[in-house]
Structure formats: C-alpha cells, structure tokens
C-alpha cells in the first residue's frame, strides 16, 4: 500500500522523541459521492474535487485533478514536525483520539485557498475557497483494460478492435476514455464508483462501473456493478469492452 508513503517525511523533520501527528496522507482523494448524492436530494452540490496528493522527495505535493487524473494544479507540501506549509500558507495539525488529524490554519496565508481541515482513513475534509467544506472519501487505485470496436472491419472481414491495457484510474468517480480522433472507433469512457448510500435506503454498497459516450457524459448508457469486496468488475456492450481490477490484485499489469 502506498498509503504510509508520508510517514517517513513526516519523522525526518520530527524531533528524535516527538510523534508525527499527519499520518496516512498519501493518495487520491474526491468528493464524488458528497457530489451525487447532494444532487439526488434536492441539494446544492459543491464543485466536484479531486486531490492526489504524493510523496516526492523530502516533501509531498498536493495535485488538484480532474475526472480524468489531469492535474490542473500542483503545490508542495513541506512536513514539520507540527503540521504542514502549503506555500505561505502554515497549517498546525493535531492528532485526535481516534487517530484522525484535525488541522488549524495559521492567522495569515491561508485564506481564498482549498485547505484540509481533517484527515483521516476514510478520506479529507476540505474547505473551499469560498468557506464551504466538502467531504472527500479515499480512493482505491485501479487498473483496467478497455477495447472499443473499430468501425471498419478488418481486411479479412473480421471485427477490429482497439485495445488499451494498463490504465490507471480509481474507484471515487475516476474515468477512462479510449477511441475517438483518427482511431478508427468511437470514443468510449468509464466511470468507477464505490458507492454507499445513505440511509434509509436498503441498497448495499457496490463497486459499480458505468460507460458514457462524449456527447453525455452525465448518463450512462450502461452499467454494472459487484460486491464492494471483489476484486475485479466488467462489462460488455458488444461495442466496446473493459475489465478493471484494485490495483493491490494486479500482477504484471494483468487483470
């Protein structure tokens, strides 16, 4: 797991005796459940968020990316043995009794910037620039394959298929795309989520993955979904198939 990959930054700048108070910081983080299922109540959702945030050296940086892993904006973080500096910004962070971290940001340099507010297994709080916070659940990165079929067939008359191994994604609203522009197919793009829902309903987690086309990214024409506990979800459309698996399963980048 990458997730303690923080850790030892976090104790090189630690005083020999002192205890890291930020722990488990690295990953990737989104704020795409909080977003759906504002939405499905009748909600104001905030903007839809996502922070990977990666060790680098004696520091880590904080990444703000897109639905697709682009990072739109990248900042170092510099561990201190109480908290972090993000830019001017000083942030002072506390460990709370259930292992969680609270940070409280310094009087000035903080403000009209996204800042942690709280850390814990589960994901990041974050407060936006403009005040309101956001609650960002933790990703579990995934690896898939997808393969689209070609609109034209092979010299031989068989189906043609585009086919891409090895894509990166993870499971808090991250999407894929493949075919599109001169590939000969269309485009096709998948969206994984670990979905929980809220009470009362009686539906049960699922891992759950969804295909779009570029011209509605915001209805599936598909989907299917697992126990949140296996390993491995696909589909097949005819079109257009994918297969995607946690990461910590993958080997030799087979799914």
Known sequence: ???????????????????PVVLDATGTFTNEEQVYFDGEAGRTPPPWTGVRIEARGDALVWQRIDRFGTVLTSETIVPTPTGWTIGPCMLTARKDADGSTSFLPAATGCSGRPLPVRLDAQGLTLRL????????????????????RRSAPKPDGSEDWLFQADMKTHDQGGRLRLGGGDSGAPEAIIRIRNVVWPPPTRNRPSIVLYVFTPDDLDRAVAYGWADPGAVRVG???????????????????AE
Do not use: Y
């Not at 797991?1 to 205890?19: K, N």
């Not at 309101?132 to 898939?144: D, E, M, Y």
């Open 1 to 19: 797991m990458i997730l303690l990959a923080s850790l030892p930054l976090v104790l090189m700048a630690a005083p020999a005796l002192a205890q």
């Open 129 to 148: 620039a403009d005040g309101q916070q956001t609650s960002l659940r933790r990703a579990r990165p995934v690896t898939c394959w997808m393969s689209v």
């Open 235 to 253: 589909i097949n459309q005819r079109w257009m198939q994918a297969s995607c698996t946690l990461a910590s399963f993958t080997l030799n980048g």
